[in-house]
């Protein structure tokens, strides 16, 4: 029998926040540490050659044609340090006191996972009050966490603080811009030189013209007749997202059962899951001609689509024996939401808007070795880990 999902919706009586400085500021001004300017420098004047195209210079804003955009948070990490700043943190505690009703901040603690002067993540724990309307999923998403997020540049991971945040066991991936940077559909178009017909197919896709299987299917048929060994053309040209050997390397000698369950194709994620030592790998079929030299243009099997790629992390838990609790789903597309939705943790990579929005989780992080501070894992133990 499946495991069932993690009641994900049921408020627990512990939460814990994870938080990520995003060391890539899209701030416009440095840090003051690391100004070539001090505050005593007189400010150069602006020239009509300064000013960006489109930019009119004007005196009076009763002459500006448009409305002024409302003004964004203060970029405070800027102020007070390019990283988790005890302001930084304060912040944080007098924030949640605020949006949790009955949570006093005496009853908050945080722990550096660096031990670094400038430490860029923290683990906050704080108790959920039994009275508190505030459920998981709600915090998540609330308005309060955005701005906070947006003006000390960080991102909030929020958990149940349960014995399975920690001791997860087995890690679901998706493979295009996750585990490795490139779009395979778009390497093999670029190939063969059919990038017009695959965009044209992506853009029919995104409007809802196409679902998932008739837009790959259609991919597919502009593979008709491209030799077989198109694939060990294009091995070369695949590179791992940064972080991702060593996280499979550190997941591995915590006990973890690893997969990669992708919408492309089954030579590419074949090896790929080799090259890495994961434990599963599924992926769609290509047909080759009967003397094996070219591909057909056509598909056999079952399409490795979003549902099929929930399915698939229920039956390896069920294999395995391992509670969706004990599940860490992580990818890039729409098409991964299911999955992430059944397990205990599932985490949007580098995604999308949209599927950052509805993700669980969301990471952008430089490296996705990161994703061990969700577990807990401080710094000093991810290095024990890879040594």
Known sequence: MTSKPPA???????????????????????????????????????????LKDGVVPTQNMEDYPLEPPTPGPNALDNLYGSYISQSCLSDFFVMLADIIPGLE????????LEKAKFCRVVEVTFPLPASSPVALETLRRHEAVSRYEREWNVECVFQADSIYRRYKRLAVFDMDSTLIQQEVIDEIASLIGVEKEVSA????AMNGELDFEASLRARCKLLNGVPSTVFETLKPRITLNEGVQDLI????RLGFKTAVLSGGFTPLTGWMGQLLGLDYAFANHLVVSADGATLTGELTGEIVHAEKKRQHVLEIAEKEGILLDQVICIGDGANDLPMMAVAGLGVAFHAKPK????????????SMLDVLYLFGLSREEQEALLR
């Open 355 to 366: 599927v950052q929005m509805q993700a669980p989780a969301r990471l952008n992080s430089k």
């Open 105 to 112: 901040q005496g009853t908050i603690q945080s722990k550096r």
């Open 8 to 50: 994900l919706d049921v408020a627990p009586s512990h939460l814990v926040a994870t938080l990520f400085y995003k060391a890539d500021s899209p701030h416009f001004f440095p840090h003051p540490d690391l100004s070539p300017r001090s505050p005593h420098d007189a400010i150069p004047s602006a020239s009509l050659e300064s």
């Open 249 to 252: 390397i550190a997941l591995k």
């Open 201 to 204: 197919i992506t853009a029919a």
